[in-house]
């Protein structure tokens, strides 16, 4: 089984500074897929970024990018010059990558608040 | 943008009481899902469906539950003979294909068990 690790319950940055958030995740499994998503006060769940395991180039997505290192099984999400409107819960998901369906496995969130 | 979209956004329900949560996915999706997410924790996987039949479930998913996709749109979740414990959000989520294909979240029904 699959397990996914975010050891920063609450952050808290200054508007325009640089945050990372962290997680680790535990697999016995070579081909995968990893994602953030955010989850706003609203409670609406939205992919922020995806990464592809067997890809070595990290994801990025506009002020959005990660640090994948899969040997040490880490994928944290870096927000550059982070906005009032990226106040929210983060949530890591791990995707075994095989045809058919995919569950997400999620961790239990990092909740992020960006302060003016 | 093409958006899951859930009915209701809240239902409260007395506890013993059958409860049905609706999803409509998008239209060109072929897989189906639905999770769960108690106050304050993190969201748990519950079921996923395609070609009209359980691909797989969580231990969670017990014979209280059951999914049906009864017309060519709609996907629900059945809750029956409801408990305290099943008071959380509940999120369906599609996706296009099962390989690689970001899954797109409702916004989810708060479900409150009296």
């Known amino acids: 089984a699959q397990t996914v690790t975010q050891s920063q319950p609450e952050m808290s940055v200054q508007e325009a500074e640089t945050v990372t958030l962290s997680c680790t995740y535990d697999?016995?499994?070579?081909?995968?897929?990893l994602f953030w998503y955010k989850q706003p006060p609203s409670r609406q769940m939205i992919l922020v970024i995806r990464?592809?395991?067997?890809?070595?180039q990290n994801a990025t997505e506009n002020r959005f990018s990660v640090n994948f290192q899969k040997a040490a099984k880490s994928f944290s999400l870096k927000i550059s010059d982070s906005q009032l409107g990226d106040t929210a819960m983060y949530f890591c998901a791990f995707m075994k990558r095989y045809f058919g369906n995919e569950k997400l496995t999620f961790g239990t969130g990092t909740r992020l608040t960006i302060i003016p | 943008e093409p958006e899951v979209t859930q009915t209701p956004s809240h239902q409260v329900t007395q506890m013993g009481q059958e409860v049905i949560l609706r999803c409509v996915p998008i239209?060109?999706?072929?897989?189906f899902y639905w999770y769960r997410q108690i106050l304050g924790q993190k969201v748990e996987f519950l079921v996923s469906?395609?070609?009209?039949?359980?691909?797989?479930k969580s231990e969670i998913f017990d014979d209280q539950f059951s999914v049906e996709r009864p017309d060519g749109s709609n996907f629900t979740l059945k809750i029956r003979s409801t408990k305290l414990e099943d008071s959380a959000m509940y999120f369906c989520?599609?996706?296009?294909?099962?390989?690689?294909?970001?899954?797109?979240f409702g916004d989810g029904t708060r479900l409150s068990i009296l």
């Open positions: 239209s060109n999706h072929l897989y």
């Open positions: 469906f395609y070609n009209n039949e359980i691909s797989e």
């Open positions: 989520a599609s996706s296009e294909t099962g390989l690689y294909q970001p899954q797109h």
């Open positions: 990464q592809e395991a067997y890809k070595q």
């Open positions: 697999t016995s499994e070579n081909n995968y897929y």
